[in-house]
């Protein structure tokens, strides 16, 4: 825990977003303002970004004026995201600090994440997980599952044990590091841990209180967009990963698609259909199936590109295996039924295409943006 009585030992910018939070907000500030009234302490600015929550902030800060404390209305681009990153943006001093208006987050911790950047770190953390860190008694049990699956999910990205806080500070010349920071979602932290490639990341205990005013604004649909965010981080670090795997997982569903199709042809018009046409038919459809998932899923990042000349490529770069399902599934189709003939056939013909295929089409077909 944080020393009681250390001084800000340099200028700081706290960065506090918020939205409907004017119950929270003024013991927040008086924390601040005791912080920043110890002795020897170093200059402090507070950077309040509220998206218009028309509920007394405006004027409650005003009523205080504090010169310290700067408030920004934000009417457009709404968004916990994107109102960190103005308040980034606007801050005037080297060291930034952002941090939850509710009250979770202990002011008083400040001046241990600055020591944590002095010392050496790119990121520094307000963690309830790690030594001496804690959560508030009565914090539900679903909610800690949340995190905890949330912070599970974060572990390609870092070892940090408590990556989801939004209590963090970070220095100027580490986030100017940053490319292609994407506002999406809750989780500014972790965006900026990975894009700004902070690798020293020291996690500062901190006892997280539960908020005393407000509700919290930590949707459903802001825990749909967490996955969204994931993917898009792994395609970040992992480039080539990120497109491989999916490149499989859509393969798997495409055997799964074969062999149904097969199935469906054949007790539709098994009687009337020769197997060497029901057998085409099944394949063309799986490999447009594979295709229009690939092209989203696996080769996301070559969109731009025309589709009907990555599809005739596509097809080119499958042929062979393709070629081979057919002959393993007309082969087989002599002695057995025609489903499971498929299944013989796409599985030998998908175990020869996973790596032929993805490379012919990674490299050749859909070349990648960067
Ligand atoms: N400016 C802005 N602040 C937001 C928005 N959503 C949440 N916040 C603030 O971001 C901080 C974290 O939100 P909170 O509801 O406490 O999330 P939780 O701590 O995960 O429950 C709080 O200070 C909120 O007021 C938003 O859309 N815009
Ligand atoms: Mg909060």
Not at 32 to 44: V, W
Not at 104 to 112: D, G, K, N, Y
Not at 121 to 142: H, K, M
Not at 213 to 238: A, M, N, P
């Amino acid at each position: 825990m944080s020393t009681p009585e250390q001084a800000i030992q340099r200028p700081i910018s706290v960065i506090v977003p918020t939205y409907k939070e004017a119950g929270s907000l003024p013991t927040l500030l008086d924390r601040l303002a005791a912080l920043k009234s110890r002795p020897g302490s170093a200059a402090l600015e507070v950077l309040i970004v509220d998206d218009d929550s028309c509920d007394g902030t405006v004027e409650m800060i005003a009523d205080r004026n504090e010169p310290w404390v700067r408030l920004i209305v934000r009417t457009e681009d709404r968004g916990l995201s994107p109102a960190v990153l103005c308040g980034l943006d606007e801050a005037q001093h080297d060291v930034l600090v952002v941090m939850d208006a509710d009250g979770s987050h202990p002011a008083e911790a400040i001046p241990e994440l600055d020591r944590a950047l002095s010392n050496g770190a790119d990121f520094a953390l307000g963690s309830r997980y790690v030594a001496g860190g804690s959560t508030e008694d009565g914090w539900g049990v679903l909610r800690w599952i949340n995190s905890k699956i949330a912070t599970w999910m974060a572990l390609p990205f870092t070892r940090a044990l408590d990556p989801m806080s939004g209590f963090f500070a970070i220095e100027r010349s580490t986030l100017q590091r940053g490319t292609c920071i994407d506002p999406i979602g809750y989780k500014i932290g972790l965006e900026l841990i990975v894009k700004c490639q902070c690798r020293s990341v020291v996690e500062v205990p901190i006892h997280f209180s539960t908020r005393t005013y407000g509700e919290s604004k930590l949707t459903l649909k802001v825990q749909l967009q967490y996955l969204v965010h994931i993917v898009r981080l792994g395609r970040f670090k992992f480039p080539r990963l990120s497109s491989f795997i999916p490149f499989a997982m859509v393969g798997a569903s495409g055997m799964a698609v074969y062999v149904g199709l097969l199935a469906l042809l054949n007790y539709i018009c098994g009687d009337v259909l020769p197997v060497w046409l029901q057998i085409i038919m099944a394949v063309l459809m799986t490999m447009t199936w594979n295709f229009y998932w690939d092209r989203r899923l696996a080769f996301w990042d070559s969109r731009s590109q025309s589709i009907w000349a990555q599809y005739a490529g596509f097809v080119s770069v499958c042929a062979i295996p393709v070629l081979l399902t057919f002959f393993l599934t007309w082969s087989f189709s002599a002695s057995t039924d025609l489903p499971l003939a498929g299944l013989i056939g796409t599985t030998f013909g998908s175990a020869a295409g996973l790596i032929f295929n993805w490379f012919g089409n990674r490299f050749f077909i859909f070349k990648s943006a960067h």
